[in-house]
Nanobody, 125 residues
Framework: HVQLVESGGGSVQVGGSLRLSCAAT????????TAWFRQAPGKEREGVAS?????????YFADSVKGRFTISQDNAKNTVYLQMNSLKPEDTGIYYC?????????????????WGQGTQVTVSS
């Protein structure tokens, strides 16, 4: 049974930081393609960042988060992290992690086999 569980969301003020975690059971991140997505109210789901087998340097980052967000992976804990700095109100939304054995589109999110339940991030000014 595969389960992805996000945590770390919350409410912060503009300029603050949060670190989201996505812990997995039933899959091994070391061999998987993992990505973070977000969805704001009334907007479509948006890919935020991805990491493939721990190689974050070659991963995808949405233009809106480049230079502010980083993605990392702890294989011992089988957890992927999204470090979010210099948060802006437009970063508000529900953040989801997704994983698949193959590389998938971070634009559409199509094809990911596994998704977490999401964690709410709210950035207020």
């Amino acid at each position: 049974h595969v389960q992805l569980v996000e945590s770390g969301g919350g409410s912060v003020q503009v300029g603050g930081s949060l670190r989201l975690s996505c812990a997995a059971t039933g899959v091994t991140y070391r061999t998987y393609f993992t990505a973070w997505f977000r969805q704001a109210p009334g907007k479509e789901r948006e890919g935020v960042a991805s990491i493939y087998r721990g190689d974050r340097l070659g991963g995808y980052f949405a233009d809106s988060v480049k230079g502010r967000f980083t993605i990392s992976q702890d294989n011992a804990k089988n957890t992927v992290y999204l470090q979010m700095n210099s948060l802006k109100p437009e970063d508000t939304g529900i953040y989801y992690c997704a994983a698949d054995a193959s590389i998938r589109s971070c634009l559409s999110g199509d094809g990911f086999a596994y998704w977490g339940q999401g964690t709410q991030v709210t950035v207020s000014s």
